[in-house]
C-alpha cells in the first residue's frame, strides 16, 4: 500500500500533484532539509514509533467523525497528509514552513482535516483528534500551529503541532484499538509538551521553491497558492 492512485485522490489534492506522475512511491524530494507548503507528507511521531493515518471510520463516541490513530506501517497509503495554508493566511507552494506558522494538515485520500474539539478521545479521555470537512475545506478548529526550534520547519527535527483553538498538542501515548481498527494506536491532545507529542516528517513529496527567471526563489507566483 506504498502507492497513491490520482484517480481516487480528491480533486483538491490532484491538482497539488498534476506536475507529477499518477502513481508514486515513498522518499521523494529527499535533497530538501525542510518541509514546504504543498507537500504531502508521512509524520512519525518519535515515542511509539507510529505515523499519522486516518481512513474512511468514523468514531463510535465522541463527535462521530472520521478517526485518526497512528499506525506502524510504513508503507499505508492512508498515512499521507498535504501541508496547507489556512483560509485567512494561504501558503504558497514550495514555501518554507515557518516555525510558529499556522498550518492546516490534510488528508490525501479522504480530503478531511486534521481536526480538534474538546470531545472526549475513546480509549485515554484526552482531547479527541478526528479528520474533519470536504475537499480539504472544513472551519477554524482545522488550524495547528507547528512549533519547532529554528526559523524554519526542518525535515530531521522533531516538531510539535498545537491546536490553536484549543492549545493542546498532538500527542499518542500508546492506547490501542480493537475491532474494526485492531492494532491502531490512539491519536489525541494534550495540554503540556511530552515526548508523547514530538513528530518527525518522513517520507513524501517535497516542493521545491519555484524559480523566477532572474534566478532568484519566486514564492510569490499566483498560481502556487491553493
Given at each position: 500500500m506504498g502507492k497513491l492512485n490520482c484517480e481516487s485522490m480528491p480533486r483538491f489534492v490532484q491538482a497539488i500533484l498534476l506536475l507529477f506522475p499518477c502513481v508514486f512511491g515513498l522518499s521523494r524530494g529527499t535533497e530538501l532539509s525542510f518541509v514546504t507548503c504543498g507537500s504531502v507528507i508521512k509524520l512519525l511521531n518519535l515515542k511509539h514509533n507510529v505515523?499519522?493515518?486516518s481512513?474512511?471510520?468514523?468514531?463510535?463516541s465522541g463527535s462521530g467523525q472520521q478517526s485518526v490513530t497512528g499506525v506502524s506501517a510504513v508503507e499505508d497509503s492512508n498515512s499521507y497528509w498535504s501541508v496547507r495554508g489556512t483560509s485567512d493566511a494561504l501558503c504558497h507552494r514550495g514555501t518554507p514552513?515557518?516555525?510558529?506558522?499556522?498550518?492546516?494538515?490534510?488528508?490525501?485520500?479522504?480530503?478531511?482535516?486534521?481536526?480538534?474539539?474538546?470531545?472526549?478521545s475513546p480509549l485515554s479521555s484526552n482531547q479527541e483528534?478526528?479528520?474533519?470537512?470536504e475537499n480539504g475545506e472544513g472551519d477554524h478548529l482545522d488550524e495547528w500551529m507547528v512549533q519547532c526550534g529554528g526559523s524554519v520547519w526542518k525535515r530531521e527535527e522533531a516538531v510539535r503541532f498545537r491546536h490553536r483553538?484549543?492549545?493542546?498538542?498532538?500527542?499518542?501515548?500508546?492506547?490501542q484499538y480493537g475491532r474494526p481498527i485492531h492494532g491502531q494506536t490512539e491519536?489525541?491532545?494534550?495540554?503540556?509538551p511530552s515526548q508523547h507529542s514530538l513528530w518527525k516528517a518522513m517520507e513524501g513529496?517535497?516542493?521545491?521553491?519555484?524559480?523566477?527567471?532572474?534566478?532568484?526563489?519566486?514564492?510569490?507566483?499566483?498560481?502556487?497558492?491553493?
Open positions: 505515523r499519522l493515518h481512513h474512511d471510520v468514523r468514531y463510535g514552513v515557518k516555525c510558529g506558522q499556522t498550518i492546516r494538515l490534510t488528508h490525501v485520500n479522504t480530503g478531511r482535516n486534521l481536526h480538534s474539539h474538546y470531545f472526549a483528534v478526528s479528520a474533519f470537512g483553538a484549543t492549545d493542546a498538542l498532538l500527542s499518542v501515548t500508546g492506547e491519536v489525541h491532545a494534550m495540554s503540556s513529496i517535497f516542493m521545491k521553491p519555484s524559480e523566477s527567471p532572474g534566478g532568484s526563489r519566486d514564492y510569490s507566483h499566483p498560481h502556487t497558492e491553493f
